[in-house]
Each structure stands twice: as C-alpha cells, then as structure tokens.
C-alpha cells in the first residue's frame, strides 16, 4: 500500500495488520523490570547491559514497530534477536541480534552495518521504528522526526526465531512499544 503524500523514502513497506507487540518479562535480565501491559521495559538496577526479548517470535510477514523513548541517560539498542542473543550485551554483538543505537548507528555482526546517522534518538522526544521482514530476513530503521529509512540490512545469519529485542547499560533507561493504531 502506498501512503498519499509520502515520498517513496518514509514509504513503510507495509501497512501492518494490528499485531500485539509486548517484552516479555520472563525472557529479561535481571535488574530489568516489565510493566505497563508489558509494554515498557526499565533498568532498575545492576551494572554492564541489560536485556529483554519481546513475547512469541515473528514467524513470517512484515512488522512494523515503534518504540517511545521515555528516559534515556546512557546507550541502548533496540532491534530483533533470536533466543541465543545475548541480553546481556548491546545489540548486534553477533549474528545473533542487530541493534539500532541512539546515535544513528546499527550494529550486526560485531561491526556498524548502517552509518546514516539519520535517526538519532533523545530523551522523551523521538520515536525510533523499525521494520522487520520475515520472508526476506532484512531489518531497517527509522526515527520518525527524521522520516528516512535507513538501508535494509540483511540478517540471514540469525538462525532460528526472531523476537522483538532491546539492551542497555545504564540503570534508569526505559522504552515502550507504541501499541498499533
């Protein structure tokens, strides 16, 4: 579907069907607290990152996710992660997970995998988004002040289911999925 208005670059690749998007707080770290409907994961203690991993994995389809940054002192990554992803580091140590920063930067496979730096995220004020095709396994993202996607990045190295992922490595973080409309 092709939205009215909108240049062929903010175009998202689909309009998705409503899909309940929720963290999962039996998949989290520990010092990471859940609520809101599970709809808003925080860092309430510890030290070093800290993880959770969304509720049941994205099997197949295009979805589209956006996050609400509520307080942001420190780094996080937002992104997907197959179960071996480790919650416990920033997203796209490996090819188990890829993470969105809010700098502009998405890590996969150990190195920086987008540069554009066209979606820098700060406290209370941007919404990042990101789209995940199951079918292709490609990833991209947004900030949707900025309306630009960055390019799709081929994750076919994840093996395995894909769930909804965020990290971070500071205590007092917090981001919330933006329910579909």
Do not use: C
Not at 60 to 81: D, E, K, P, Q
Not at 152 to 173: E, H, K, Q, R, V
Request: hydrophobic share 40%.
């Amino acid at each position: 579907m092709i939205l009215p208005g909108v240049v062929a670059s903010q175009q998202p690749l689909l309009i998705p069907s409503v899909v309940s998007f929720e963290w999962n707080p039996a998949d989290a770290s520990a010092g990471v607290t859940v609520s809101g409907g599970d709809l808003t994961a925080t860092t309430v203690s510890g030290t070093g990152y800290r993880g959770v991993r969304g509720i049941g994995p994205f099997t197949s389809g295009i979805h589209h996710v956006v996050m609400n940054v509520g307080t942001r002192a420190s780094n996080f990554s937002f992104g997907v992660a197959n179960i071996s992803g480790f919650l416990d580091n920033f997203g796209g140590v490996n090819n188990d997970s890829v993470g969105y920063y809010q700098n502009g930067q998405v890590f996969y496979a150990s190195g920086v995998a987008d540069n554009t730096g066209i979606y820098t995220v700060a406290s209370g004020n941007n919404s990042p988004e990101m789209e995940f095709d199951a079918g292709s396994k490609t990833v991209r993202f947004r900030n949707s002040s900025s309306g630009s996607y960055g390019i799709s990045i081929n994750i076919a190295a994840m093996i395995g289911a894909i769930y909804l992922f965020w990290s971070t490595d500071t205590t007092g973080n917090d981001i919330t999925i933006v329910p579909p409309p």
